[in-house]
């Protein structure tokens, strides 16, 4: 096909389009949106019985702000990557909380082994911790990838593993307050271990996932 | 007139801002404009003329695509250069891996298959057939192609050996040639 035709076939489909709004509104659109329908979970299985006293030490409190801090930052992120003309760097913005969040749960192994010895350590299973988060992970990550498909063309890769990064830690926050986990160790193995199979699942089908999502929408349009 | 790059990113966001708002003589305007600022992203990675002309068409689509995703608060250029970076790059990728599963055609490849054993069949049939024209010639041009073509004698050692003059040999050779490729053309075509 000649340029010139293409030109021309494009001009003649150039019907008005709806201009996106600000990255960082949609960001906190898309955040308030999350919170809710994982506020309405959270709800529903009901808060863990010890979630007042948990509250009470700071040291937890630090944790859970970290992991809502990175949800918060990668949705910006992934936002801002979806755009053409935005820097790669912002893929950057939500490490910093992650790895501080990951740091502060290795402490915590630390200071179970420190208090409880060996069996501070002791691994059990929670395939429910894996199954919580990759439940949430799944439909809001889908919806987001939907709200971010005009990246497909451009940065498919890290808009989708910084958009479902985001789900995976608020989804992460959520679990926090319904399920009654002790040891950090199990956290660090059984949280950090569903967001980072959430992410990599979604780098790896990014290009699929956004073209399904593209349909999807051209369906509905 | 010439435009300074700053005056025409405006000239351009304000071309893209009407393109969204559904005007079409804008957005045709834009296109045409745009073209070879695209076409020069694209050869700063590509060389083949066909290869840039083929990122450039692939970046037209994708700015029709997304053209909802340009802010018009911001300047145009950067907006549309990533676009034709990234198109310009699949295409540098792309060219890469067909380098990868295609190779030029060498003479090799006018044969039937690859290695020698698998064409000695054909070139036996083939020798057989200049054997037979060879034979068929009269003496003296048979015997000037022998000396000359098959044991690759020179003219010198061939009329040393025959007693014949350069020049006969010559003749006859030449005739020789016309007659074998009468022969074996005129056998192809049978």
Not at chain 2, 25 to 48: D, K, M, Q, T, W
């Amino acid at each position: 096909m000649r340029t010139e035709d293409l030109l021309a076939a494009m001009v003649a489909d150039a019907t008005p389009v709806k201009r996106l709004r600000p990255p960082l509104m949609r960001a906190a659109l898309w955040l308030g949106l999350s919170v809710l329908a994982i506020a309405a979970v959270v709800g529903v299985a009901g808060f863990r019985p010890d979630l007042a006293e948990r509250l009470d030490r700071s040291w937890e409190v630090a944790q859970l702000a970290a992991a809502g801090a990175t949800g918060a930052l990668a949705a910006v992120a992934a936002f801002h990557l979806a755009l053409p003309d935005r820097s790669d760097a912002w893929a950057l913005l939500p490490l910093p909380g992650f790895a501080l969040w990951v740091a502060s749960l290795g402490w915590g192994c630390v200071a179970d082994f420190v208090r409880l010895g060996p069996e501070g350590l002791a691994l059990g299973t929670s395939w429910g911790c894996l199954g919580f988060i990759l439940g949430l992970s799944v439909p809001l990550g889908g919806a987001m990838l939907v709200a971010l498909r005009h990246a497909a063309p451009i940065r498919p890769v890290p808009t989708a593993a910084t958009g479902v990064l985001s789900v995976a830690m608020l989804a992460s926050v959520g679990l926090s307050l319904v399920h009654h986990l002790d040891a950090a160790v199990m956290v660090l193995v059984w949280h950090v271990g569903a967001v980072l199979v959430a992410v990599a699942l979604s780098a790896g089908l990014s290009r699929p996932t956004f073209r399904a999502a593209r349909r999807l929408s051209a369906a509905f349009a | 007139m010439a435009t300074s790059p700053i005056r025409r990113d405006d000239h351009w966001s304000a071309l893209m801002a009407a393109a969204q708002d559904g005007d079409r003589h804008a957005y045709e305007r834009l296109l045409r404009e745009i073209v070879p600022f695209l076409r020069a992203v694209a050869r700063r990675r590509l060389r083949g003329e066909a290869d840039v002309e083929d990122a450039v068409q692939d970046a037209l689509l994708t700015i029709h695509q997304i053209r909802h995703s340009y802010d018009p608060a911001r300047p145009i250029r950067p907006w549309l250069g990533a676009i034709a970076e990234r198109r310009a790059l699949d295409r540098v990728r792309s060219v890469a891996r067909r380098a990868g599963r295609e190779a030029a055609l060498t003479d090799l490849h006018h044969e039937t298959l690859q290695g020698a054993p698998t064409n000695e069949g054909e070139s036996r049939l083939q020798a057989r057939d200049v054997r037979a024209a060879v034979a068929g010639l009269p003496p003296g041009q048979r015997q000037a192609i022998e000396l000359l073509k098959l044991r690759e004698m020179s003219l010198a050692e061939a009329s040393a050996r025959t007693g014949q003059s350069v020049t006969a040999l010559k003749v006859a050779t030449h005739r020789a040639i016309l007659a074998l490729r009468r022969h074996v053309i005129g056998g192809e075509r049978d």
